[in-house]
């Protein structure tokens, strides 16, 4: 269960900003860099490859304005470390093209990100008809579960025993309560 909302939470918001945002996008270029030199003199043709899964972290984790960042320095450095004449930037029909396609692959990951934000973040969350949110509990593997209609990611309450005994006590608050008050909640 856990495994789709691990990855929705970062999804519905950017998990990085600031300072540590502007470190991941130069680790966005830096590392697939590096990963790329590692293996300069066995490989030839990828030199965009090793970018676009961290133009996708990036976009994840940091948000699309970083994302896009990162695929433009990316596509300048490919560029110049990867494509012959090196050290030259577009010095050819190849070139241009190369960084056109790897500019439209980035494009499209990041637009799918954002795309995928946006449709999480305007999900309306459904309420019944009584005013109440419809929250569902469930049990699984020994655990007990909670989600409410509409949400689609379930949150781990707590072993079985403890959340029954928590559910109990909180009943009999509720009680005392309504009966402290004559017979109305506080």
Known sequence: MMNVCALKRPLEQ???AGVAALLCTFAAVALPTIIRCLVDNHVTGIAFSPYLPFVLLTAVFV???HAALAALISAAVADLLFIDPRFEPLAGPTDAFGILIFLLCATLIITLVQATRLALQGRPTTKRGDGQ???IFSL???QAWASWAGSG???RLGPE???AEMMHDFL???ELGKRLNGGRLP
Do not use: F, N
């Open 14 to 16: 950017p998990s990085v």
């Open 63 to 65: 948000g699309w304005k």
């Open 133 to 135: 949110t419809g929250i």
């Open 140 to 142: 699984e593997s020994g």
């Open 153 to 155: 990611c379930p949150v």
């Open 161 to 163: 025993s403890e959340v």
């Open 172 to 174: 009999a608050q509720l």
